[in-house]
């Protein structure tokens, strides 16, 4: 989830341990295990990531009838990477650049009856800084810093809300939702996770279904979107949903645009229903210069960098040793990813 498409092919990164991947050493073994072999990083050249294969005890090759292995970098050039996969059947394993994969649905696609080769991505990998910057946003919109920063002259009343005890609602129950709930615990704030099962969600006071979600919004406070972009998940905080919430909520997005109707925040917005929208991500990104959000004094658009390249550079290269490792016999892979499901 980062503001490029497409890692840098040069090593300008410092790799540190800034930020930590959360679900290091918890992989799993797929149902079908791909052939280890030669493993080939495109769609250009990264001694970086390259040098991430060689620390997981890889053979780097250029692409050919022996390569089994493939880190890919770009989602820009996604459909370059079907003809690969096409040319090359005996590829058993893809390594994706991101968390969420959307950008790679017609890819996916394709492999939906379980055909193909093992894809994994950066799933939870860049959930650290991504939920630093959700729990920012969220501040920054109760704390009202965008109309307070537009305007050229002192306020002549004191105005925000505190963070402290409110009822936060979050969308989604993966690793970023998952530091969330960590990173609010000072606050102590009352959570609510709403997610595709019931299953208890570990730090959340309430766990529902997604056909509880009308249920919960009229008590959010705080409401987090941080599920993965599929078909059932677009335009989920529409209209109707944003009649729901209080005109004191603050809305955050650090998942993907798809998930809102983003003309019927402006709305919201300019009808003063939302106290503030706080989003990292859009559709399109850029957002256009002419679209309505940019002109809502309580908006607070962030370019999609939640995660920059100096912060995900590292934490992906230590998720393609660690796959690199279970590609060349550990078997447990890290961050598998259902192409039937789309994440």
Known sequence: MTASATFAADAAFLLTEQHRDPVAG?????????????????PHASEFFAEAVLAGGGAIGELSSATRGLVWLSEQRAEELTEILQAHPGIGWVQ???????????VLARYADGSGPLFTSAKGAYSE?????A?????????????????????????????????V???????????????LQPYRVRITVVRRTASPMPG????????????????????ILAAAATDETRALIGAAELALLAPTTALVNIARGALIDQDAVAEALREKRLLGAGLDVTTPEPLPAEHALWSQPRCLI????????EMTAPLLARRITENVRAFL?????VGIVDPAAGY
């Open 204 to 223: 959340a006071d309430r766990t529902v279904t997604t056909d509880s979600l009308h249920e919960v919004l009229p008590s959010a406070e705080v409401l």
């Open 129 to 133: 800084p991504v939920a630093e910057h």
């Open 135 to 167: 729990v920012a946003l969220a501040h920054a919109v109760l704390r009202e810093f965008a109309p307070k920063a537009r305007v050229a002259q002192w306020a002549p009343v004191r105005t925000g809300l505190s963070l402290y005890g409110r009822h």
């Open 96 to 106: 994706l650049p991101w968390a969420g994969v959307d950008g790679f649905a017609a």
């Open 26 to 42: 918890q992989g799993r073994v797929p149902e079908r295990l791909p052939v280890a072999g030669e493993i080939a990083v495109l």
């Open 169 to 183: 609602v979050i969308v989604g129950a993966g690793g970023i939702a998952t530091e969330i709930i960590r990173l």
């Open 302 to 309: 962030t370019s999609h960098s939640a995660d920059t390249p």
């Open 329 to 333: 016999g550990d078997s447990r892979f």
